[in-house]
């Protein structure tokens, strides 16, 4: 289940309704804290960074043991979220009492940034996990090069951490290779998050701002621009 | 504003607090249709599909007028929908008395069509639109390709018409240059809305199914499996 960037007003009244049906509330104590007021009297497992795969079957064991179970991501669960962690272990166990899993949906990490820059993904775009944690850089770096080249807008989720940092630098390199300096680059921090701040910089300039593990970034395309403060891509229309 | 894929558990507080503020609401009649039990007693401005601009300058006019105006788009109106449009209207008109925009975000159409398949966008993924009306056809076919060999899942808005029938079909061509003709591949159809359809199929036959303007497709990566009628892109955990 997704409770959206983080503000209540995001949460979908089917999130909701899951929480209050839940038996168990299962998720990563940062996330938990932002909807503590749901949580009065539930049975609460809350578990530190990193632990997704122990948090995710400690889930689907107590599913397995017939509690209904919510466990809750940050933003969209399908997107870089929980949804498939838990689909891998359900369908890992044995298929006798494999418990029922229904993915609720929640306004993504993208769509809050997006709606706090303007319109920057009007047209089509390509979202891009700069953690090379799962998944090869030089794969990661492929699919920039390449989305750079097909004038995708782009999203980027993780560009920065505290141990990593060199990743962000280089898509500024590579996509220079094909836009503008000038193209608009938005960096949203904490959307609707306590310290939410917003920013519009340009491709020669972005990472020179404040980018962290709660940063989303997004690079405009060709036609991107900026007016009055807000982003936006033009979808196509003649005005 | 987005009312999300259509069924009102998947519409924000956030939007539905919009609406009981606005003095206006201007929107596409089969949207409005969606949450007319909200519209009690609204002033309402309600257009024909293809009518974007005349209804968007209608909205941004009584905006600029005075009013408290709601402009609703299906899904989210940061992709593919109405927030562009908007802010485009609103920044070519006089920069005296420019109204306030604010974009509510909305679960978007491919988030919706991701939870009823199971967890397809775990990983990297493009968003292309098909339709050619705005975009030559020649640039998406370019993002198609590019796409598919940068091994992103693919998601496809308005993947078919009833005069739009060749452009699904050349994008199964050229992903096949690139991925197995057993990749999985989601078809969903009305997602949350009064006939719903989800269909699991794959590279090789996935065009045989009913697409519409209904539809949104979803093309998996290499990666990408099915088990028990769910589509999975294993984001690369080690299980």
């Known amino acids: ?32 804290e932002l909807i503590m007021e749901l949580l009065a009297g539930k049975e609460i497992l809350a578990t530190g960074m990193m632990q997704e795969i122990d948090r995710c079957q400690a889930a689907v064991d107590q599913a397995r043991a017939g509690k209904n179970v919510v466990v809750v991501s940050s933003g969209d ?26 993915i609720v949906p929640g306004i993504s990490a993208v769509s809050a940034a997006a709606a706090l820059l303007g319109a920057p993904l009007m047209h089509d775009f390509a979202v891009i996990s700069l953690s090379n944690l799962l998944t090869p850089w030089e ?14 807008v782009m999203a980027f989720y993780n560009p920065k951490s505290t ?25 949203v921090r904490q959307a609707t998050r306590s310290g939410e701040n917003v920013i519009l910089s340009d491709l020669a300039h972005f990472t020179q701002e404040t980018i962290d593990m709660f940063s989303l970034v997004i690079i ?6 900026t007016a009055n403060g807000r982003m936006i891509t033009p979808r196509g229309y003649q005005l």
Chains 1, 2 share one sequence.
């Open 1 to 32: 289940m997704g409770i959206g960037p983080g503000h209540l007003s995001d949460m979908t009244p089917r999130a909701q309704e899951a929480i209050q049906a839940a038996d168990l509330v299962v998720g990563y104590d940062t996330y938990l």
């Open 77 to 102: 669960p399908g997107v870089y979220g929980m949804a498939g962690l838990v689909l891998e272990l359900v369908m890992k166990g044995p298929a006798e009492q494999r418990p029922d899993v229904q």
């Open 139 to 152: 794969v990661i770096r492929k699919r920039v090069e390449l989305a750079a080249q097909a004038d995708f």
């Open 163 to 187: 141990k990593r940092v060199t990743q962000i630098e280089e898509v500024r390199e590579v996509v220079l290779k094909y836009r503008d300096a000038a193209t608009p680059v938005g960096i």
């Open 220 to 225: 405009g395309n060709s036609q991107t621009y």
